[in-house]
């Protein structure tokens, strides 16, 4: 089994950066792929960004390729997304989720964009 916990998010510019961290606990974290997903208020939770275990495989959602990088450090239980250029429309919540026969999820960091 696998927690993760959300940090990092809060109100931000327009144009301005932030980044995400999850932490996971669980003695596979590694061997999942792991990703991050928002939620915005009236809206379907989307898919934003994943990472396979070894990192040498990221895709993003066309809305942030450029803007958002995401990464992992196994060695710390850690995903981490730098969430630069931000927009009013990148504001939600964000949640990480760690992906296999069973899809574990965090709780969610809130992002707010203001113009």
Known sequence: QVQLL???????QAGGSLRLSCEASGRSFRTYVLAWFRQAPGKEREFVARINWSSD???YADSVQGRFTISRDNAKNTMYLQMNSL????????????RGIVNYWGQGTQVTVSS
């Not at 959300?6 to 931000?12: A, K, N, R, T």
């Open 57 to 59: 495989l990221t895709f």
């Open 87 to 98: 927009k009013p429309e990148d504001t939600a919540v964000y949640y990480c989720s760690a």
């Open 6 to 12: 959300e940090s990092g998010g809060g109100l931000v």
